[in-house]
């Protein structure tokens, strides 16, 4: 072999490093999803969680003014309109 020679890769090491780069792609992708569908809940959570416990005091108004469990739930769940 030459010193001047270049050595070119073979097919099967293009091969391999393909879908090398192409698993970790995928495990990139599938790690930043998972990391946005929990970013997503705990949002989700934390904004009804801050809601109900802005409305804790008037639903115990109401619940001891006798409507029904399903009444206060249900005006709690509406959109607030300020």
Do not use: D
Not at 5 to 18: A, I, K
Not at 41 to 49: D, E, K, N, Q
Not at 67 to 76: E, H, M
């Amino acid at each position: 072999m030459e010193p001047s020679s270049s050595v070119e890769p073979t097919n099967l090491q293009v091969n391999f490093y393909s879908q090398l780069l192409s698993r970790i792609q995928a495990l990139s992708g599938g790690k930043a999803g998972l990391f946005a569908l929990a970013l997503a809940t705990i949002g989700l959570y934390g904004t009804m969680a801050y809601s109900i416990t802005r409305k804790t005091h008037e639903i115990g108004i109401r619940m001891a003014s006798a409507q029904s469990l399903r009444t206060c739930l249900a005006w709690s769940s509406r959109k607030e309109s300020h």
